[in-house]
């Protein structure tokens, strides 16, 4: 089935470090690959998406590139800072007439001063 | 300004009782979603609609349910079969097709007394 698989939290780092979170996934056909965002006590938001192999994504100095030949979808800042500390969630759009979503587990990310 | 609003912030149940979480858009978008967010997990879907006067199950529909009389509005009903309904329900719009972007309310927090 399609599902999507992202590295465990917490990850904490130091304000101006590199910043990766791992995303692989299965799917069947082609799918849509989003990252969506997640601050305390509030609804998500869209940071990204790629919708074809070899897109990338780029929002606010974050950048995703969609690999189709190791079906991944990693997220990466240069430089993060302590405003980007929220949860960060992987999805994909599965093919076929609907839009549904489905969801990695989420990754809590701790920028430290 | 267009958006998502849900209603209320937060919502008790007590044991027994059915409770309506209210998904409000003015977005003039089709398809509209409701997730369930626990806690060190994803969002998993419970409903979805993608027309006015049809809906779809989802993969944790047991103990809800919906309706979609206006475009604009998606209510779920927490009835007194779900047995462990505390949780954070998200709810969601999107242009209906696949790899659209859904954009989400700001939630609303239910807890059982």
């Known amino acids: 089935g399609n599902s999507v698989t992202q590295m465990e939290g917490p990850v904490t780092l130091s304000e101006e470090a590199f910043l990766t979170i791992n995303c692989t996934y299965t799917?069947?056909?082609?799918?849509?690959l989003f990252w969506y965002v997640q601050y305390p006590g509030e609804g998500l938001q869209l940071l990204l998406k790629?919708?074809?192999?070899?897109d990338k994504g780029s929002n606010k100095g974050f950048e995703a590139t969609y690999r189709k030949e190791t079906t991944s979808f990693h997220l990466e800042k240069g430089s993060v800072q302590v405003s980007d500390s929220a949860v960060y969630f992987c999805a994909l759009s599965v093919g076929g007439a609907t839009n549904k979503l489905i969801f990695g587990t989420g990754t809590l990310l701790a920028v430290q001063p | 300004d267009g958006g998502i609003t849900q209603s209320p912030k937060y919502l008790f149940r007590k044991e027994g009782q059915n409770v309506t979480l209210s998904c409000e858009q003015n977005?003039?978008?089709?398809?509209m979603y409701w997730y369930r967010q626990d806690p060190g997990q994803g969002l998993r879907l419970i409903y979805y609609s993608q027309i006015v006067n049809d809906f779809q199950k989802g993969d944790i529909a047991e103990g809800y349910s919906v309706s979609r009389e206006k475009k604009e509005s998606f209510p779920l009903t927490v009835t007194s079969a779900q047995k462990n309904p505390t949780a954070f329900y998200l709810c969601?719009?999107?242009?209906?097709?696949?790899?659209?972007?859904?954009?989400f309310g700001p939630g609303t927090r239910l807890l059982v007394l």
């Open positions: 790629a919708t074809k192999a070899d």
């Open positions: 799917a069947t056909g082609y799918p849509s």
């Open positions: 969601a719009s999107s242009i209906r097709d696949r790899g659209e972007t859904q954009y």
């Open positions: 977005l003039n978008h089709d398809a």
